[in-house]
């Protein structure tokens, strides 16, 4: 299902890699990456690279 959140989420990938959908585009992180989510915007991992683990630091404000 969808994330709806109630505060703002600030995601960054630090290893591997992943794509995030939102209702209209998708966004593919790479390590590095980061993407700034605000309140209330519908979204969703819909991919992870398979050859490792992908980590994250997600930041709620």
């Keep these: 299902g969808w994330y709806d959140q109630k ?11 992943a ?10 992180l790479n390590a590095g ?12 991992v819909t991919w992870t690279l398979p050859e490792c683990e992908t980590v994250w630091l997600a930041v709620h404000y």
Excluded at 7 to 17: R, T
Excluded at 19 to 28: K, N, P
Aim: proline share 3%; glycine share 4%.
């Design 19 to 28: 794509i995030i959908a939102f209702e209209s585009e998708e966004v593919h």
């Design 33 to 44: 990456d980061y993407c700034n989510i605000p309140a209330h915007t519908k979204h969703k």
């Design 7 to 17: 505060s703002n989420e600030w995601v960054m990938v630090l290893q591997g890699e």
